[in-house]
């Protein structure tokens, strides 16, 4: 049941934001990730975990959404605070590192699935919310830009998906439920 849950929640979550954004709102995809992380966090049986997995997908998301912008790939609808990585997309970042433990269990230990399934969700989501929402903005050719967030993608979700399993693992051997 937590499964679909967390499943149906981060799916909301990441409408919201990306339909706030589009309309030029960055507020209500942050709104909206601090309620899903008050309610994962509480939820959660593994929060240190939790709390780990948010810390290094920010820092991921930091990077790689700064890259994207500065090198010309990507723009943003509601860039506020910045014009680089702002804060609804980084609250994304933050909501889907929550989904790491709940959804995404069966990668941990499959660090190529996983970097097929980064390489192609990724720059599918970031189409999407280009396409269907206008929150993301992709310069014409898209190729490239689409090209740059797979690689991004491929490389991020196996990081977290491992980080998760190693912290996950000395959570068990530590006797910590």
């Not at 706030?20 to 601090?34: H, K, N």
């Amino acid at each position: 049941m937590n499964f679909w849950l967390t499943l149906a929640a981060y799916e909301a979550v990441w409408f919201i934001a990306v339909i706030g954004a589009g309309r030029g709102q960055w507020w209500p995809g942050v709104a909206v990730t601090l309620a899903f992380a008050a309610w994962r966090l509480a939820v959660s049986v593994h929060r240190r975990v939790e709390w780990r997995l948010l810390a290094v997908a920010l820092v991921v998301g930091l990077v790689l959404e700064n890259l994207w912008v500065r090198s010309g790939l990507l723009g943003y609808a509601a860039p506020w605070p910045w014009p680089a990585a702002p804060a609804w997309l980084l609250a994304l970042w933050l909501a889907f590192a929550l989904t790491i433990v709940p959804l995404f269990g069966y990668v941990h230990a499959r660090p190529l699935l996983a970097a097929l399934l980064g390489a192609l969700g990724g720059p599918l989501a970031y189409l999407g919310a280009a396409r269907g929402w206008h929150a993301v903005l992709l310069p014409a050719p898209a190729w490239p830009a689409l090209l740059a967030l797979g690689a991004g993608w491929a490389l991020a979700l196996p990081l977290l998906a491992t980080l998760a399993r190693r912290w996950l693992r000395a959570e068990l051997a530590r006797g910590v439920t």
